[in-house]
């Protein structure tokens, strides 16, 4: 027993001279949240399909729970789950339903897929509706019935990938209650996601993921901090004393980024609350008026943008 519950060295998957996995390393740790993010095309979705056994790999070493994916595929599968983009349910068969046909197709037996449907309905707060048929349900709900199905064996570790595309925010909180209380239990969940606010909420750490390679790996803070740490915002009242505003910020004039259209002054600053006493103190002896004044860290946004901007095929 180790404390991974993913590892994966060197690993590289190609499509004929296409290489959409070059390399990659990766280690998630047991009982947590691990974020993978990437621009389209950058070998998420490969990923987690080797993870899952439903791609074998050309080169390199991958292990899920102890097990090796090549040698071991059937132990692997025992062992995790799997949330895909699109839901994997009947519209036409009531939640009960669903879950019963997937305990069976797991060869459950009738009673224990009985009582394990019923237990999942209760924990994703879908008990009252486990007859109604799913096209009747709401985004948020069949998102949710779709991630209690990928739990019908109780796996170990859970592969979500981009689990909440197309939810309203309403569905989408559904979604994260539910992810935080599988980890609270002890699973292990690899999320894939393109909504960088789901992986700053959900990732304990997050690997940012580029032409098949991992190009930055750490938590949230420790991203942000890669792009220069905090900045200070300052929107002013009138555009025309921008250029007098830029030589009282306590920053490098060089430093500071100004954009005419939003009467905006961005700038990294050290010091927060140095910077943003400074500052306020600096425009009001010029008489220079300021409509907003914020220190803030970087957003995953801009961390993301920065981080895959210019990285070579």
């Known amino acids: ?107 459950l037996g009738g009673r224990h897929a009985r009582v394990r449907a019923g237990e999942l309905l209760e924990r994703f707060g879908l008990a009252d509706t486990g007859r109604k048929a799913v096209k009747q349900y709401s985004g948020g709900m069949r998102r949710r019935l779709d991630l209690a199905a990928s739990l019908i064996t109780e796996p170990e570790v859970l592969y979500l990938d981009e689990p909440t595309t197309g939810l309203d925010p309403r569905g989408r909180a559904e979604v994260w209650g539910a992810v935080r209380s599988l980890v609270d239990g002890g699973t292990t969940v690899l999320l894939t996601t393109q909504y960088l606010e789901e992986a700053d909420q959900l990732a304990d750490r997050i690997s940012v993921v580029d032409h098949g390679r991992v190009i930055a790996d750490g938590t949230a803070d420790e991203l942000k901090s890669k792009t220069g740490g905090d900045r200070i915002d300052v929107v002013l009242r009138d555009a025309g004393q921008l250029g007098a505003a830029v030589a009282l910020l306590p920053v490098e004039t060089d430093d500071v980024s100004v954009d005419t259209d939003r009467r905006l002054l ?31 860290r970087p957003t995953l946004d801009e961390v993301f943008l920065h981080l895959t901007k210019g990285v070579a095929a």
Request: charged fraction near 30%; proline fraction near 1%.
């Open 266 to 296: 961005s700038a990294p600053v050290a010091d927060r609350m140095a910077a943003l006493t400074g500052t306020v103190r600096a425009l009001e002896e010029a008489g220079i008026e300021a409509e907003d004044i914020a220190v803030r």
């Open 1 to 107: 027993m180790t404390d991974s519950a993913i590892l994966v060295e060197g690993v590289r998957k190609n499509y004929g001279d296409k290489r959409a996995l070059d390399g990659l390393d990766l280690t998630v740790g047991r009982g947590t949240v691990h974020g993978v993010l990437g621009p389209n095309g950058a070998g998420k979705t490969t990923l987690v399909r080797v993870l899952a056994t439903l791609l074998r790999h050309n080169e390199g070493r991958v292990e899920v729970a102890g097990q090796d994916v090549r040698t071991r595929a059937d132990e692997v599968r025992r062992r995790i789950g799997l949330l895909g983009q699109h839901a994997a349910l009947d519209e036409d068969l009531g939640g009960r339903q669903n879950l019963e046909m997937f305990g069976r197709l797991y060869h």
